[in-house]
């Protein structure tokens, strides 16, 4: 694994580690300064160990190894996704209805505006500017998983019957839970596909034609 990955997979570990506060306040009572500083430092750890076990696998199989990064940047997303919602949630006190669908909207579009970048640069190794054909793609693919992420969160909070021993502010993560696995298979093969076809398994073409004249 090289240096640079185990950086930014230790920056998205820290960042998780910072998103995850505001979604213990609105589902904890009052959580200890010690346990958010062990879930802090936990992610801290965990986020490049897993990448580095993902890299040893990736030698037998060299997908594992884009797709445990494209998975890093994917908790990143969801807990901008989960953290922004948690603080709408808390600064509003609405945790469902017509506005809670508004509220996972705005979520889902931070999460979506961090992923391009990091997905473009850093899972998918793009070596090119982003342009506006680039762009206009990657929002389709997040748009048809927005509507995935939103109508499956939006389904379980608003259709289905929430569990008495379940609160209406932990029913809305389930619902936001079930949202994000539902449009995250697709974001995977619609990026790598679709979007940033001047790769392959994260190498750039440049890479790979130079690779080539050296066989």
């Not at 992610?43 to 797709?67: D, R, S, T």
């Not at 499956?152 to 949202?179: D, E």
């Not at 596909?193 to 034609?209: H, I, M, R």
Request: aromatic share 16%; no cysteine; glycine share 8%.
């Amino acid at each position: 694994m090289v240096k640079k990955d185990f950086i930014l997979v230790t920056i998205i570990g820290a960042l998780v580690g910072l998103l995850v506060q505001p979604i213990l306040a609105n589902l904890v009572a009052a959580p200890s300064l010690s346990a958010r500083a062990m879930i802090f430092f936990g992610f801290l750890v965990i986020a490049p160990l897993a990448l580095f076990i993902a890299y040893l696998l990736g030698k037998i199989w060299k997908v594992i190894y884009q797709f445990a990064k494209f998975a890093a940047v994917g908790a990143l997303n969801t807990f901008i996704d989960f953290g922004v919602l948690n603080l709408e949630i808390i600064f509003s006190g609405i945790a469902g209805g017509a506005m809670y669908s508004v509220f996972k909207g705005v979520s889902f579009l931070a999460a979506t505006t961090n992923s391009f970048f990091w997905n473009k640069y850093w899972t998918f190794g793009s070596r090119t500017s982003a342009n506006t054909k680039e762009t206009s793609k990657f929002y389709i693919v997040a748009v048809v998983g927005w509507v995935i992420n939103v109508s499956l969160a939006s389904f379980v909070v608003n259709v289905m019957s929430r569990p008495v021993s379940i609160s209406p502010n932990l029913w809305a993560n389930i619902g936001a839970l079930t949202g994000v696995a539902g449009s995250f298979l697709w974001d995977f093969l619609g990026y790598k596909f679709l979007v940033f076809t001047d790769t392959a398994a994260g190498k750039p073409k440049a890479e790979q034609s130079a690779s080539g004249e050296n066989k």
